[in-house]
């Protein structure tokens, strides 16, 4: 559509707009909430973390081809992934808005390599901002062009149809008021493909809408591997000062309780500021502790900031927060969670004081939504409040889910819509916060399908001693512990910290299989990355490692389990079930420790095979599982592998 001289000029007031408005976002990221004169541009805080994409259609078990990305700005180049409409996927905290503002970072200032260089007009809306609007136009001139008097709502409409490249950003579907209902408004619209259909689209959430259609990709957020946190740490804490750097991640990772959290970025990055400013950053021995640390640091730097009578005042409100815990309690403990609450409202719940704290603090965060009372171009907003990070949301209501399992042994109305593997944080708090209340939520949990593990792990937050968990670690270690690709994030994550545990601790680990969970190895060497973006490091007393799936693996791909296998010092079997692989591996790639510890390496596809260590051939085996020359032989090993395969056929 051409546009007139007059719609020319106000083209050019739109850019000009959005350009402004995006840059006063994505130059006030604040790594640390607390410190609110501390801001930095996004392209100096920005770091990759790990990026994967579903490249072929849904297969078998309805799972797709899962493969990882050197950079996001393969997500809109790589020829494999290309499609109108991309689902961009991530847990809390794992940078998925931070992405967006780099893309408008890019596209307002010509960045030359990124795939945003030659889009005409980019729209990026903060869908959790929009309440009741349904007009994607409405939005943009409400949300993005609020401060542009010269063009209107229908002069949008018109010129950004007259535009040959048009890329729509929606970010957190997951907060979007209209999410999953039966309105027929424009995000959905768009998502369906009945509106914009030619326009690319972006759509970052937690979860998946229910209104997808088949041509939209998907690619997920993996969080931060060793490689992301050390560009982190150069990047926006030290600039590149190689001993501070080696500091920072000394004072981190002493502290063993924080690998786990330290993949969630934002998690990570308050934690690499915190060991900078902090000489003396203490050894954590549970999240609860870790996390009480943290509030503490929040209250200490407003004392510091107000030098005067009111150190007493900041106390009391650090120590007594009942309202905040009931209103975060009640939020999450609803069929439909509540992350957002009107300002007017929340204030008057917590008290004035405790209110204007928590905003000062960082720890509540307030932002216009468009009010319901808004009528055609009279467009009203209404201050709502959130938490920092739903961590922070999980941390107060834990406060209160301890207070009401005081006074009650009838669980089941507390807990009615309390997932512990959507909130496991907030059981972990609960346990670590009250023993007497944790002992009510591990027997709880121990009657969950998968609780029993996560059980262990709320064990070690109420008491901060392995000790205590040691007869349940050798317990689970003695058999097979399985690992499947349909489990949730929760139970793969609480299996994998329970492994690392049995390793640190030396105990013996029989049998670790992982079934269908893609696993691959990171640059390092040190850490198997398993499909869902956890990871696996070296465990020295695992015995014997299987892995199912059946794709190809190639020689490169085999050389790295290989090698990463050997490192666990006291394996004796690697077994590969249902992988189509490579007739031989080079010889030089086979680690000298297996050939010395005579570990055996299996193939089980279409024929039992063995890997021949001198050689580097796999080698049809014998009726006993013996190469040929071979006498020794762990007839249990070869029986137990024979019926998984067995099993597998009839899968």
């Not at 995006?22 to 996004?42: E, F, S």
């Not at 959430?205 to 990709?217: D, F, Q, S, V």
């Not at 007493?312 to 509540?338: C, P, S, T, V």
Request: charged share 25%.
């Amino acid at each position: 559509m051409e546009l007139t001289p007059d719609l020319q000029e106000k083209k050019q007031f739109l850019i000009a707009g959005l350009k402004r408005t995006y840059k006063g976002q994505y130059d006030a990221i604040q790594p640390l909430p607390y410190i609110k004169d501390r801001l930095y541009c996004v392209d100096k805080v920005f770091v990759e973390g790990g990026v994967e994409v579903c490249l072929a259609p849904e297969l078998t078990r309805g799972i797709g081809s899962w493969e990882r990305l050197e950079s996001y700005k393969s997500i809109y180049t790589d020829f494999r992934f290309k499609s109108k409409r991309r689902i961009i996927r991530g847990e809390p905290g794992y940078g998925k808005s931070t992405l967006t503002l780099q893309l408008a970072y890019d596209w307002c200032n010509n960045v030359s390599d990124s795939p945003m260089n030659n889009v005409e007009i980019l729209i990026l809306l903060r869908l959790r901002q929009l309440g009741s609007v349904k007009s994607l136009y409405r939005a943009i001139k409400s949300f993005l062009l609020f401060h542009e008097p010269r063009v209107s709502k229908h002069e949008i409409e018109k010129i950004i149809h007259s535009c040959s490249s048009v890329h729509i950003i929606l970010d957190g579907y997951d907060e979007y008021p209209g999410r999953d209902s039966n309105d027929n408004d424009d995000v959905h619209r768009i998502i369906n493909m009945e509106l914009f259909a030619d326009s690319d689209v972006s759509l970052t959430t937690r979860y998946l809408p229910g209104c997808l259609r088949k041509e939209t990709k998907r690619a997920k957020l993996t969080g931060f591997d060793d490689k992301a946190r050390d560009e982190y740490i150069r990047k926006a804490v030290v600039s590149n000062n190689d001993e501070a750097v080696e500091e920072i991640k000394q004072r981190l990772y002493e502290n063993s309780i924080l690998a786990d959290l330290c993949q969630v970025p934002l998690i990570f990055v308050m934690s690499a500021h915190m060991a900078h400013d902090q000489r003396d950053l203490m050894k954590f021995k549970s999240v609860t502790q870790f996390f009480k640390h943290m509030i503490r640091c929040f209250y200490d730097h407003l004392k510091q900031k107000f030098k005067d009578n009111r150190s007493n005042e900041f106390y009391l409100h650090e120590m007594e927060h009942r309202d905040l815990d009931k209103i975060a309690f009640e939020g999450l403990n609803k069929k439909n969670q509540q992350l957002s609450w009107i300002k007017t409202g929340f204030r008057q719940r917590v008290g004035p004081e405790s209110y204007d704290q928590y905003i000062l603090i960082g720890i509540l965060v307030e932002e216009d939504v468009v009010s319901d009372d808004s009528t055609g171009d009279n467009v009203l907003f209404t201050m709502m409040v959130r938490f920092y990070h739903k961590l922070f949301c999980e941390w107060y209501a834990a406060h209160h889910l301890v207070t009401l399992l005081k006074n009650t042994h009838d669980l089941s109305d507390i807990l009615r819509f309390l997932d512990p593997f959507d909130l496991q944080y907030l059981f972990r708090f609960a346990c670590g916060l009250d023993p007497d209340a944790g002992k009510k939520l591990i027997n709880h949990l121990k009657r969950l399908r998968g609780g029993d593990k996560f059980a262990i792990l709320c064990i070690l937050e109420q008491t901060g001693d392995v000790n205590d968990i040691m007869d349940s670690v050798k317990e689970l270690c003695s058999r097979d512990v399985i690992i499947w690709e349909g489990d949730s994030a929760l139970l793969q994550r609480s299996t994998t910290q329970l492994l690392e545990i049995a390793s640190k601790n030396h105990i013996p680990i029989y049998r670790v299989d992982l079934e269908y969970c893609s696993p691959r190895v990171d640059e390092s060497g040190l850490n198997l990355i398993l499909e869902s973006g956890l990871s696996l490091s070296i465990l020295s007393s695992l015995q014997k490692l299987q892995i199912w799936d059946d794709r190809r693996l190639t020689n490169e791909e085999l050389a790295a389990i290989v090698s990463y296998s050997s490192q666990c010092t006291s394996l004796k079997e690697l077994t590969f079930v249902g992988y189509h692989m490579p007739d031989t591996i080079p010889v030089g790639s086979i680690p000298s420790s297996l050939k010395s510890r005579h570990v055996k390496v299996w193939n089980f596809s279409s024929v039992y095979r063995r890997l021949n260590l001198q050689t580097g051939q796999w080698q049809t085996c014998d009726g006993g599982g013996n190469l040929p020359g071979e006498e020794e032989f762990d007839e249990e090993s070869y029986q137990f592998s024979l019926a998984n395969f067995n099993r597998a056929k009839l899968k």
